[in-house]
Nanobody, 127 residues
Framework: QVQVVESGGGLVQAGGSLRLSCTASGVTVRGYTMAWSRQAPGKEREGVSC????????YYLDSVEGRFTISRDNAKNTVYLQMNSLKPEDTAMYYC????????????????????WGQGTQVTVSS
């Protein structure tokens, strides 16, 4: 089974930046999608972004569009989430997944099926 480990979270002031990383292990077949979701206390999980194997197909949650950028390094089995202009409402636990569900601009990746999310990395944005 594919395992993922997230890192890069922390405490930052509003307007600041963070770069999250997620490395997958146990993947033996190319072509997998990587994705980020988040969950704030008392709220449901929401899909933040996903990226296809070649990086030519991505999705962003409306509230992060233009502020967050997803990228990946397939040689390292790693996906990144560059988060700029952070807002207090971005505060959440951020989770990563890697699987073979297609990612496109519709965001259907996040509802197509259950995903195996990692342990997460906490992002806290102070006002």
């Amino acid at each position: 089974q594919v395992q993922v480990v997230e890192s890069g979270g922390g405490l930052v002031q509003a307007g600041g930046s963070l770069r999250l990383s997620c490395t997958a292990s146990g993947v033996t077949v190319r072509g997998y999608t990587m994705a980020w979701s988040r969950q704030a206390p008392g709220k449901e999980r929401e899909g933040v972004s996903c990226i296809s194997w070649y990086g030519d197909s991505t999705y962003y949650l409306d509230s992060v569009e233009g502020r967050f950028t997803i990228s990946r390094d397939n040689a390292k089995n790693t996906v990144y989430l560059q988060m700029n202009s952070l807002k207090p409402e971005d505060t959440a636990m951020y989770y990563c997944a890697a699987d073979y569900v297609w990612c496109d601009r519709s965001g259907d990746y996040f509802t197509a099926r259950d995903h195996h999310w990692g342990q997460g990395t906490q992002v806290t944005v102070s006002s």
